[in-house]
């Protein structure tokens, strides 16, 4: 149904069929809302099938698929690339740059947590940087490292970077993906304000986008429903 398409053979690629990142968080939404069992989207790496997710649900459970380090493509003998998620952790979304990277190049993703018992957590950049550092250590104890984030991801990559070269590691590569507002946004004082409103209207759209039918009617008439109580409307 999401992929409007008829007769999908249970091995068939989710990405092979049209499927992408919008598609992949309304795909796992789904999931959660028939079986009970909440995955991060970026679980289709792991199991881009039918046949794989059936799996996973019934026999392997879904703790594994929390993992904070997610490997989107792990197999190469070049040194890997890891990069962080945007805000909104859908890791889906470095699909392209996954594609367009050489075969040989291992290339590693970080999530945050959204599990139930984990929502409580309040982590600030420094924090989940150093989270992410223990991760990274798994897969490679020693750098030279190369990292990379998108958005927000940035932010943190950035601060990953920082950490370890206080711990005397090499950094090999820093890439920031429309990052560097977020960065350091000292430095723009002219451009932060009205960055932090198109930054809110994109998440606005970007939540609509994930909703379809009478999800995204509730989650408009919650945002209205919000914005009166701000403005004294509704006591």
Same mark, same amino acid.
């Given at each position: %149904?999401l992929l409007g398409t008829k007769g999908i053979d249970i091995r068939a690629n989710f990405f092979a069929l049209g499927g992408h990142s919008l598609l992949a968080v309304r795909l796992f939404s789904e999931i959660a809302r028939m079986t009970g069992s909440e995955l991060p989207p970026s679980t289709v790496f792991r ?22 380090? !997610? ?16 805000? =909104?952790?859908?890791?889906?979304? *470095? ?13 590693? =993703? ?26 990274? %250590?798994?897969?490679?104890?020693? #750098? ?8 927000? #991801? =940035? ?31 000292? *430095?723009?004082?002219?451009? !932060?304000?009205? *960055? ?6 994109? +998440?606005?759209? #970007? ?8 999800? +995204? !009617?509730?989650?408009? !008439?919650?945002?209205?429903?919000? *914005? ?8």
């Open positions: %149904r199991a881009p099938t039918v046949e794989l997710l059936a799996r996973l649900l019934t026999e392997e459970g879904v703790a594994q698929s929390w993992s904070s380090l !997610v490997p989107i493509q792990p197999e190469g003998s070049l040194p890997p690339f890891f990069c962080v998620h945007p805000l =909104g952790s859908n890791l889906v979304r *470095y699909r392209a740059l996954a594609d367009a990277l050489s075969p040989d190049q291992p290339f590693y =993703g970080f999530q945050s947590s959204f599990r139930e018992e984990h929502r409580t957590r309040t982590l600030n950049v420094e924090q989940m940087a150093a989270e992410y550092i223990d991760a990274i %250590r798994t897969v490679q104890p020693e #750098g030279p490292y190369r990292l990379g984030g998108w958005s927000f #991801g =940035g932010t943190v990559a950035f601060e990953i970077a920082q950490q370890l070269l206080a711990q005397g590691e090499r950094i090999a590569l820093l890439a920031l993906f429309d990052s560097f507002f977020l960065a350091q946004p000292a *430095y723009y004082p002219k451009l !932060v304000a009205p *960055y932090g409103v198109l930054w809110k209207l994109d +998440r606005i759209l #970007g939540e609509l986008l994930f909703r379809s039918g009478w999800e +995204r !009617v509730s989650y408009a !008439v919650s945002l209205l429903k919000n *914005y009166t109580k701000e403005v004294g409307i509704i006591a």
